[in-house]
């Protein structure tokens, strides 16, 4: 069956980096991406990716994270430099086979990010 496995989390000081990969099985995506969601907050997306590398990123995260794909791993990456306390979230990877549905789509069980001050 489809399957998106997230790795890479972890706890770092603020400042510091991680990187966040997500490998898809069982089929192909158009589009895929990350999400985070924090304790009492709604889901957000953090960053997508289209299958010809057209990238979106949230504000937030503009210029800090960076997300890539490797298409003959089916995988995915999140690049996360210069973390900040306010980027702790588990991290979801996601994936679209066809047109993106807000909401909708594959999802893996998510990554824990914890940032310290």
């Known amino acids: 069956q489809v399957q998106l496995v997230e790795s890479g989390g972890g706890l770092v000081q603020a400042g510091g980096s991680l990187r966040l990969s997500c490998v898809a099985s069982?089929?192909?995506?158009?589009?895929m991406g990350w999400h985070r969601q924090a304790p009492g907050k709604q889901r957000e997306l953090v960053a997508r990716?289209?299958?010809?590398?057209?990238?979106t990123y949230a504000d937030s995260v503009q210029g800090r994270f960076t997300i890539s794909r490797d298409n003959t791993k089916n995988t995915i990456y999140l690049q996360m430099n210069d973390l900040k306390p306010e980027d702790t979230a588990v991290y979801y990877c996601?994936?679209?086979?066809?047109?993106?549905?807000?909401?909708?789509?594959?999802w893996g069980l998510g990554t824990q990010v914890t940032v310290s001050s």
């Open positions: 996601n994936g679209h086979r066809f047109q993106v549905v807000p909401g909708g789509g594959y």
């Open positions: 069982g089929t192909t995506f158009n589009a």
């Open positions: 990716i289209s299958s010809d590398g057209t990238t």
